[in-house]
């Protein structure tokens, strides 16, 4: 997607050939830098940071990861630790462990001295992979939005969407924005209502960042007005991504997700989840009981990121010092709230019949051996 008029990848190889380059989401969107990944060591660090952050990226992160740590020593046991370590970074994407399964499945086999060049020829297949599928969710997604769009032609579109799922989130489209992007190229006019989506402010910070450097409308939301707008039908219809889909259709997404589900159910406004095949956790059925939910640092509740007057990026105090603070990361909306689903292979209900029509003949794997 493009950033003053130029492309650009959340992830890409460096010039060097084997080090990689990532846009750091941390420091969005006061200031545009690349970060160097070259170790697996520099990679944990860049997911557990969220330097990288959004599921498909997490999995096209941990693949290259993969790579670093075998191009640097290709034994069983530094295989084995890499993929450990990296497991360990992020557990509610399904994406991290679908990629570690797949890069140990074509690892493992090879003798330690064919491993290096394989798994970046593996890698940068997974990361081509998610590009085509930013396409193709972006074509079946605008298909819906002109439908959605033909019952009022005198006006632009409102989406609601929550979180970051654009092309930061991924390796370029983006799931739940790639088919904003696609009517946004396609000259049908669309307007975005990005939630702030708290703690960690992804929807500020970066969905609005992307949207406004490739030229789409928009207009920044507090969490909680998202329910009022629906109220007075000023929202046409919710787009948000996802982490992990059940085999029955749940899903966990970022928090709050879970809240939107419940207003648009009560207000009649659909509400439809973007997401790859390597999104689905074919393993898992019951969303609320199976889905490990993150837990991250209290201090994501209790102080915020901004910039001061002299340009700097700083943290400031919301809270009391010393109030204690729970951040789950992730809620889990049930497939009886979503009014469907949009992947690379087209549209279909969440649930286990719509699933199986679109993938007869995919399962992903669950989760790779250290």
């Known amino acids: 997607m493009r950033i003053a008029g130029r492309h650009w990848r959340s992830i890409a190889l460096a010039a060097d050939g084997w080090s990689l380059e990532v846009i750091d989401q941390t420091r969005l969107p006061f200031a545009f830098e690349l970060q160097r990944l070259r170790c697996v060591e520099d990679a944990v660090r860049a997911l557990c940071t969220m330097i990288v952050r959004g599921a498909p990226l997490i999995g096209v992160t941990a693949a290259y990861g993969v790579a670093l740590a075998v191009r640097s020593d290709a034994t069983d046991a530094s295989l084995g630790r890499a993929l450990q370590m990296l497991g360990a970074t992020r557990p509610t994407a399904v994406n991290l462990a679908w990629a570690l399964a797949r890069m140990a499945a074509v690892l493992r086999p090879l003798a330690p001295g064919q491993r290096a060049d394989r798994a970046y020829t593996e890698a940068a297949a997974i990361a081509e992979e998610d590009v085509r599928c930013g396409q193709a969710i972006g074509q079946h997604g605008l298909a819906l939005l002109r439908r959605l769009a033909a019952a009022h032609p005198e006006r632009p579109l409102n989406v609601l969407t929550h979180c970051n799922a654009g092309w930061l989130a991924c390796v370029d489209w983006g799931t739940a924005l790639a088919p904003l992007y696609a009517a946004h190229e396609a000259g049908l006019p669309v307007h975005v209502y990005v939630d702030e989506t708290r703690p960690r402010n992804q929807g500020a910070a970066l969905t609005a960042f992307e949207l406004g450097a490739h030229g789409v409308p928009y207009t920044l939301l507090a969490d909680n007005a998202g329910g009022h707008l629906m109220q007075r039908g000023r929202i046409d219809v919710c787009l948000v991504g996802c982490d992990r889909m059940t085999a029955r259709g749940d899903v966990a997404n970022k928090i709050g997700t879970y809240l939107k589900a419940l207003a648009a159910h009560d207000n009649d406004v659909p509400f439809h989840v973007a997401l790859p095949f390597s999104s689905i956790d074919w393993t898992l059925d019951d969303g609320f009981a199976e889905i490990p939910i993150e837990e991250r640092a209290p201090d994501e509740v209790t102080h915020v990121a901004g910039r001061d007057e ?30 469907g689903i949009i992947t690379e292979r087209g549209l279909a209900d969440a649930s286990r019949t719509g699933l199986t029509a679109l993938y007869r003949s995919t399962r992903a794997p669950r989760a790779a051996g250290a």
């Open 310 to 339: 002299t340009g700097r990026i700083v943290s400031v105090a919301l809270a009391p010092h010393g109030a204690a603070a729970a951040n789950p990361a992730f809620d889990v909306t049930p497939a009886r709230l979503i009014t």
